[in-house]
């Protein structure tokens, strides 16, 4: 069964999308990787897009108007998906989060926005939607939804894994043997992208390679206040997102840390507190091999700061266990689409916090009859990427 997996993740800077083709052998699930590609959001829309989300007030009108624009993209990048590597049986589309409702340490709603019927119409092909809401009907997150290929990939490895995930937000799955759980860290590249946009340090808004960071001087007081966040003591399960940590709570830390500080010093502060809060979470899960992806895993200095800060553990990209980096989560979609297919629930209790597995989504239908495979009894045991 060949499918498209695609997101707009934390950064909302633009669609990744990638095409498997999954075939069952046994009990291993072995997905053959046959397109990948990244799509910018049209300037305009990325910048309406911000101006909208928290802590910013939006009407539903423009809700409605994003709902359309943002869908007419994800349709776009679909058709040329599906253009350079021919028909799919079905389009997963995660959308845009633009709101994660989390009090406490509960996940009451999501909404995730790009209305799939622009996808389905484009493409022919019917497509699966808002698959976070199912999980957290049932008590859970609704993330992190990638656990479940986390669970997959590395439940063989000797002495236990981590999987990290650098996007806006950070997340872990830990798994050592027939166990896992996972949860938001808290920050990667949220804060940071929140500065270097409003200052106008890069004009694509994100610090490349580092190189701010590298420039600047950690500003220790800040980083003592900004590492005294509550949602870092909070147990997991637990969830996040821009509606906490985002350029307002950047501001707040400043002026309760006695002033302005240098914009490299800045970027520098919290880069560091990326790397601490994930270095502190990594040794309290005592794993001894950390793999890692999606855009903070091309910030050296993030990363040099992990294998400084974590001497016992091996650092590595998940590029090595057949899962691009920068392609991860539109893999994890992809594959959360064929296990809705086959009637398999894509989450796993522990990582999510839900009481129980749930399959996942809402289907949209395509050109023609919505056609689904016969159900399976048994969940695949592990998945072989190529």
Same mark, same amino acid.
């Given at each position: 069964?060949?499918?498209?997996?695609?997101?707009?993740?934390?950064?909302?800077?633009?669609?990744?999308?990638?095409?498997? &083709?999954?075939? %069952?052998?046994?009990?291993? %699930?072995?997905?053959?990787?046959?397109?990948?590609?990244? *799509?910018?959001?049209?300037?305009?829309?990325? !910048?309406?897009?911000?101006?909208?989300?928290?802590? #910013?007030?939006?009407?539903?009108?423009?809700?409605?108007?994003?709902? =359309?624009?943002?869908?007419?993209?994800?349709?776009?990048?679909?058709?040329? #998906?599906?253009?350079?590597?021919?028909?799919?049986?079905?389009?997963?589309?995660?959308?845009?989060?633009?709101?994660? +409702?989390?009090?406490?340490?509960?996940?009451?709603?999501?909404?995730?926005?790009?209305?799939?019927? +622009?996808? #389905?119409?484009?493409?022919?092909?019917?497509?699966?939607?808002?698959?976070?809401?199912?999980?957290?009907?049932?008590?859970?997150?609704?993330?992190?939804?990638?656990?479940?290929?986390?669970?997959?990939?590395?439940?063989?490895?000797?002495?236990?894994?981590? !999987?990290?995930?650098?996007?806006?937000?950070?997340?872990?799955?830990?798994?050592?043997?027939?166990?896992?759980?996972?949860?938001?860290?808290?920050?990667?590249?949220?804060?940071?992208?929140?500065?270097?946009? /409003?200052?106008? $340090?890069?004009?694509?808004?994100?610090? @490349?390679?580092?190189?701010?960071?590298?420039?600047?001087?950690?500003?220790?007081?800040?980083? @003592?206040?900004?590492? &005294?966040?509550?949602?870092?003591? $909070?147990?997991?399960?637990?969830? *996040?997102?821009?509606?906490?940590?985002?350029?307002?709570?950047?501001?707040?830390?400043?002026?309760?840390?006695?002033?302005?500080?240098?914009?490299?010093?800045?970027?520098?502060?919290?880069?560091?507190? *990326?790397?601490? =809060?994930?270095?502190?979470?990594?040794?309290? !899960?005592?794993?001894?091999?950390?793999?890692? /992806?999606?855009?903070?895993?091309?910030?050296?200095?993030?990363?040099?700061?992990?294998?400084? !800060?974590?001497?016992?553990?091996?650092?590595?990209?998940?590029?090595?266990?057949?899962?691009?980096? &920068?392609?991860?989560?539109?893999?994890?979609?992809?594959?959360?689409? +064929? %296990?809705?297919?086959?009637?398999?629930?894509?989450?796993?209790?522990?990582?999510?916090? #839900?009481?129980?597995?749930?399959?996942?989504?809402?289907?949209?239908?395509?050109?023609?009859?919505?056609?689904?495979?016969?159900?399976?009894?048994?969940?695949?045991?592990?998945?072989? %990427?190529?």
């Amino acid at each position: 069964m060949k499918v498209l997996g695609m997101i707009s993740g934390t950064s909302h800077d633009g669609i990744d999308v990638a095409v498997v &083709d999954f075939e %069952l052998v046994g009990s291993v %699930l072995e997905g053959r990787l046959a397109h990948t590609a990244s *799509t910018p959001y049209p300037q305009e829309l990325r !910048a309406r897009l911000v101006a909208a989300l928290p802590p #910013a007030p939006a009407t539903l009108a423009e809700v409605c108007v994003l709902d =359309t624009l943002i869908g007419q993209s994800f349709a776009g990048a679909a058709a040329a #998906a599906i253009e350079a590597a021919g028909p799919v049986d079905l389009v997963v589309s995660h959308g845009q989060t633009v709101y994660h +409702w989390v009090e406490g340490a509960h996940a009451l709603g999501t909404l995730q926005i790009g209305q799939p019927a +622009w996808i #389905a119409e484009r493409t022919g092909a019917p497509v699966l939607s808002d698959v976070r809401i199912r999980d957290i009907t049932a008590g859970g997150h609704g993330a992190p939804l990638v656990s479940v290929l986390d669970g997959l990939l590395l439940g063989g490895h000797d002495g236990g894994a981590a !999987a990290l995930n650098l996007g806006g937000i950070a997340n872990m799955t830990v798994v050592r043997g027939g166990a896992l759980y996972a949860y938001d860290i808290g920050p990667a590249n949220a804060l940071i992208d929140a500065v270097v946009t /409003s200052r106008g $340090l890069h004009p694509r808004g994100f610090d @490349e390679d580092g190189r701010i960071a590298a420039s600047g001087r950690v500003a220790e007081r800040l980083l @003592e206040v900004l590492l &005294d966040e509550p949602y870092y003591r $909070l147990a997991a399960p637990k969830s *996040t997102g821009k509606e906490l940590f985002h350029l307002p709570y950047v501001e707040a830390a400043l002026s309760k840390a006695g002033g302005p500080v240098a914009d490299a010093d800045l970027v520098a502060t919290l880069t560091e507190l *990326t790397v601490r =809060t994930v270095a502190h979470d990594v040794r309290t !899960a005592g794993v001894g091999a950390l793999v890692v /992806s999606g855009g903070g895993c091309r910030n050296p200095v993030v990363m040099d700061g992990l294998r400084a !800060a974590l001497p016992g553990v091996a650092v590595s990209p998940s590029d090595d266990y057949g899962a691009p980096s &920068d392609d991860k989560e539109a893999i994890a979609f992809a594959l959360i689409g +064929w %296990l809705t297919a086959h009637g398999l629930p894509g989450t796993v209790p522990g990582g999510t916090g #839900a009481a129980s597995p749930r399959i996942l989504g809402t289907l949209t239908p395509g050109a023609g009859p919505l056609v689904l495979p016969a159900p399976l009894a048994e969940p695949p045991r592990s998945l072989r %990427l190529a």
